[in-house]
Structure formats: C-alpha cells, structure tokens
C-alpha cells in the first residue's frame, strides 16, 4: 500500500515503466535469449533451458500484475496493467523454440 503513494513509485512512473515493455520488446528480447540458449547450451539441454526461461517468465510477469493490483486497486489497476498478454508471450516461446524441439540427435 504504501509503495503507490513514495513519490518514486508513483503512478506516472509505473506506467512509463510499463509502457516500455511492450510485446515487441518483450520478443526482441526472446530472440536474444533463443541466440544464447543456443551459444551456451549443448543440444540436450536447450530444451529443459528454454522451458525453464518460459516458466520464469510466466512466474515473474503474473507476480508483477498481481503486485501491480494491490499497489493500484480499483479504478487505478485499469490502468496499470502489463501491455502484453500471458498467452501472446506464451506463443512467441512456441516458435522461438521450434528448433530446440527439432534438432536430430
């Protein structure tokens, strides 16, 4: 409750915040992580790598809107919402990772 009312965190803030991560963003930065997963990861564990990112990043992107609903309640939480969907992020891991999925042994 009190995090809404420091003036670092005000509302104004919050919503440049959120403004900045947008789906394309948030894919750009999906791209980038698909080119190191494949870097640094030999093929056996790309797969387990990138589940294990989409899993983290399902968890910290409901955590958020969550905190970002109690920090905000009622008619300021129509406004502070994350501008992109679980499921749109969801299905840019889908096909970022196919070629996890795909390489031959």
Same mark, same amino acid.
Not at 73 to 81: I, L, S, T, V
Not at 92 to 104: M, N, T, V
């Given at each position: %409750?009190?995090?809404?009312?420091?003036?670092?965190?005000?509302? /104004?803030?919050?919503? !440049?915040?959120?403004? $900045? &991560? #947008?789906?394309?963003?948030?894919?750009?930065?999906? %791209?980038?992580?698909?080119? @190191? +997963?494949?870097? &640094? *990861?030999? !093929?056996?564990?790309?797969?387990? +790598?990138?589940?294990?990112?989409?899993?983290?990043? +399902?968890? +910290? #992107?409901? #955590?958020?809107? %969550? $905190?970002?609903?109690?920090?905000?309640? =009622?008619?300021?939480? /129509?406004?502070?919402?994350?501008?992109?969907?679980?499921?749109?992020?969801?299905?840019? *891991? /889908?096909?970022? =990772?196919?070629?996890? !999925?795909?390489?031959? @042994?």
């Amino acid at each position: %409750e009190e995090v809404s009312f420091n003036p670092l965190y005000n509302k /104004a803030s919050t919503r !440049r915040l959120l403004l $900045s &991560h #947008s789906l394309r963003e948030i894919k750009k930065a999906c %791209e980038a992580a698909q080119v @190191r +997963v494949e870097k &640094h *990861f030999d !093929r056996d564990l790309q797969s387990t +790598v990138w589940q294990a990112m989409q899993a983290y990043f +399902v968890q +910290v #992107s409901t #955590s958020l809107q %969550e $905190s970002l609903n109690k920090m905000y309640p =009622g008619n300021a939480a /129509a406004d502070m919402q994350l501008q992109f969907a679980i499921p749109d992020v969801l299905t840019i *891991f /889908a096909e970022l =990772g196919q070629p996890f !999925r795909l390489k031959p @042994r």
